[in-house]
């Protein structure tokens, strides 16, 4: 139970204990006061009784008249049932019915004497130091004609009035304290009913605070209090709405930080990392949980780059660079530091951007490498048919078997441009995903036994034997010029570096490959020869533009150094994979393998 209940409860009870009591105190003062007065009337009338039954006019010796009026008082004390005391208009006390009026003072003083000569009647009520209790007096005068002779008094103890209005205490008390009790239970019901609302509003508004936002006030009242409540409730409601917004926003703004490929780092004032995407943590190599809340002197990270971060909190301006890290993996990083200035300008730290230009960098180096090949590729034969058309001007024409064998030269490397300009073009036709493959059924017996047809001529100039292990019911879905491009190039190159008398063998499999979760056929194309081989060494750049084993060779064979290139290619954009097996000596084998549909 709360103070404000309590204190409530304790009001209600005070008020209602305050009313009862004076209303027990009305009650007592107006029994009192009509018994009191009843008794007057009572006494009044009993002394108007005695005023003629005694005779007044003795006349003898005081100690005569004492005992007369003495022996009448106490002979009337009986029916009269109350004390008697007659006074003589002098004040002497010359009979009593209750003690000596030989010890009795003068009576012309009491103030119920006085009265009654008076008014006619004297009351008083007061304490009687000879009876030693509070005492009801009466007085009326005994007159003789008009001279008043002496005073007959009543006296009652006020005892009896008196137990009963203690009486009636004691049953105002008991009731009292019934009616408190009763109080104090309605009083409690009556603070709960309000109270309890109170409560609950506070209870929500408390929820509310530790972030509960579906708390909600239920009580159907329309009063202040239910009014009170319903605000609550709509306050929970936008709290809730812009609650759940902010939170979204959150959730969105902290997946944009996740997802995004750039490295996110923020250092606040106190130098100490308070944000660490998980691009940054892939770049530095070390996760949120030991970073955070570390100083980023303490962060374990390359020299050069806590210097940078050093100086971006000097300077407080913006710098951009490039680094190379080493840990946890080679990488170029652009590494961006941001001051962060709040919306009153104050400074509150570096916010540091990550861009991993790794492959960029890479990029450009091959882009640039491919430009000097090219350039190199081109200059050879150019500086060949430069040379022999100089050598002819010169002269040379005169003698007509050189300059024919000049003129074959010319032709032969003029040729070879040709051919190599248009491997280029290819090459980044197809690296620039600029030609749109044709997929139709190909049904590979037929398909191959042309390939081969195309080639024999030239391997019967080596007399090399093609061959071929194709079903005779293989079909696939491909781009049938591109395919024949893959298999012209392998199978020249076959014949290429093969020497006499060799063979080149084109071999097609089913295979039945369950590839990641979906169940594709699959099929593998084997290109073979026994030729001369290709070293270990060179076996991963096989593939690589303008790679060659033997520059002499593959140039005196008329080869760009492209053709693998293409070919690699070519398989990619058919989804399919090429892999290489040789043996110096013995021959090599190119493995290609192809999805069946697509
Ligand atoms: P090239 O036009 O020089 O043949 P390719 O890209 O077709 O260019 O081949 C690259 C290099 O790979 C060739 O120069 C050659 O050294 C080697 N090579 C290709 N195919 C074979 C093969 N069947 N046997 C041996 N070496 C090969």
């Not at 034969?381 to 078997?401: M, Y």
């Not at 090399?464 to 010029?481: G, H, R, T």
């Not at 699959?522 to 026994?530: E, H, P, S």
């Amino acid at each position: 139970m709360n103070k404000f209940r309590a204190r409530l409860t304790l009001m209600f009870i005070v008020l209602i204990g305050c009313s009862v009591l004076t209303a027990g105190l009305f009650m007592a003062k107006l029994m009192q006061d009509s018994h009191i007065e009843a008794l007057k009337t009572n006494m009044l009338r009993e002394l108007h009784i005695l005023q003629v039954t005694v005779d007044w006019k003795r006349s003898g010796t005081d100690a005569e008249l004492t005992r007369y009026y003495t022996g009448q008082a106490m002979l009337l004390r009986n029916s009269a049932d109350a004390r008697i005391t007659y006074i003589r208009a002098d004040g002497k006390v010359l009979g009593e019915s209750d003690y000596d009026p030989g010890n009795m003072d003068n009576h012309l003083s009491r103030q119920e004497v006085i009265d009654a000569e008076k008014y006619g009647t004297g009351i008083a009520t007061r304490y009687s130091q000879t009876v030693g209790r509070n005492m009801l007096y009466v007085v009326v005068p005994v007159k003789d004609g008009a001279v008043t002779q002496g005073f007959l008094r009543l006296a009652m103890s006020l005892e009896d009035v008196e137990n009963s209005i203690r009486h009636l205490w004691s049953v105002l008390l008991a009731g009292l304290i019934i009616v408190f009790v009763i109080a104090g239970l309605i009083s409690y019901r009556l603070a709960y009913g309000i109270t309890r609302p109170i409560e609950m509003i506070t209870r929500v508004a408390q929820q509310i605070t530790n972030r509960n936002y579906k708390a909600r006030v239920h009580f159907p009242k329309k009063d202040e209090i239910g009014q009170l409540g319903m605000a609550l409730n709509r306050m929970a409601d936008s709290l809730q709405l812009q609650m759940n917004r902010i939170t979204e926003n959150e959730g969105r703004l902290s997946s944009v930080l996740e997802n995004m490929n750039s490295g996110v780092m923020m250092i606040d004032k106190e130098e100490r990392i308070v944000l660490l995407n998980r691009s940054a943590e892939e770049f530095l190599g070390f996760s949120s949980q030991e970073l955070l809340g570390k100083k980023f002197d303490e962060a374990k990270q390359q020299f050069e780059f806590t210097q940078m971060i050093q100086e971006c909190f000097e300077t407080r301006e913006h710098i951009r660079d490039e680094m190379i890290f080493y840990y946890p993996s080679e990488r170029i990083l652009d590494i961006n530091l941001n001051p962060i200035l709040q919306t009153d300008d104050e400074w509150a730290g570096v916010l540091i951007v990550l861009h991993d230009t790794t492959a960029m960098r890479r990029l450009e180096r091959m882009r640039s490498e491919f430009v000097a090949n090219v350039s190199h590729e081109l200059k050879t034969p150019i500086a060949a048919v430069k040379g022999f058309a100089e050598t002819l001007l010169a002269g040379a024409l005169n003698d007509k078997e050189t300059a024919k064998s000049f003129l074959q030269i010319i032709f032969d490397e003029s040729e070879r441009l040709n051919r190599l300009i248009g491997d280029i073009l290819e090459l980044s036709k197809i690296e620039s995903k600029r030609i749109p493959l044709h997929f139709s059924p190909v049904h590979l017996h037929s398909f191959i036994a042309n390939c081969v047809h195309v080639m024999n001529a030239e391997a019967k100039k080596k007399h090399i034997e093609l061959e071929m292990q194709v079903p005779q019911d293989a079909y696939m879905e491909a781009d049938e010029d591109r395919l024949r491009q893959i298999l012209i190039n392998l199978l020249s190159n076959g014949i290429n570096y093969t020497p006499e008398g060799g063979k080149v063998k084109v071999k097609v499999e089913l295979l039945d490959d369950i590839v990641a979760g979906s169940e594709g056929e699959k099929l593998k194309l084997t290109i073979a020869d026994t030729g001369i081989g290709i070293p270990k060494k060179d076996l991963p750049r096989i593939f690589e533009r303008f790679y060659r084993v033997d520059k002499a060779r593959s140039r005196s064979s008329g080869g760009t150094g492209l053709g693998l290139s293409i070919v690699k290619h070519l398989v990619e954009l058919h989804k399919g994979t090429i892999r290489v097996e040789s043996e110096v000596g013995m021959g090599s084998k190119f493995i290609i393998e192809l999805p069946v549909l697509h």
